[in-house]
Nanobody
Framework: QVQLVESGGGLVQPGGSLRLSCAAS????????IGWFRQAPGKEREGVSC????????YYADSVKGRFTISRDNAKNTVYLQMNSLKPEDTAVYYC???????????????????WGQGTQVTVSS
């Protein structure tokens, strides 16, 4: 059974940090491009960051550049999103997605992704 499970969300004060994890079961994450997306109440799901299969392409949304870092540990079949200097506007449910067909790149378009996790809530508030 193909499954993605996000974890690591929570409540953090502005300026704080969190590390999200996206663990895969039933397939090998290293064979997929992986993207992190987020959805705030009343808003569309937006792309945050993605990493290509071979890790040679990484992209970030302008809103998170310099604050978030995506990485993968193929041995653990897990992708991470390190989030630093968090702001209240980062509050959202964060999802990871896996995309099979792109080989040398990744995209921050939701419709390209084949599998999704259930999401983890991130709340940035004092």
């Amino acid at each position: 059974q193909v499954q993605l499970v996000e974890s690591g969300g929570g409540l953090v004060q502005p300026g704080g940090s969190l590390r999200l994890s996206c663990a895969a079961s039933g397939f090998t994450l290293g064979s997929y491009a992986i993207g992190w997306f987020r959805q705030a109440p009343g808003k569309e799901r937006e792309g945050v960051s993605c990493v290509s299969r071979s890790d040679n392409k990484i992209y970030y949304a302008d809103s998170v550049k310099g604050r978030f870092t995506i990485s993968r540990d193929n041995a653990k079949n897990t992708v991470y999103l390190q989030m630093n200097s968090l702001k209240p506007e980062d509050t959202a449910v964060y999802y990871c997605g896996a995309e099979y067909h792109l080989i040398r790149t990744c995209v921050l378009r939701r419709g390209e992704y084949d599998y999704w996790g259930q999401g983890t809530q991130v709340t940035v508030s004092s």
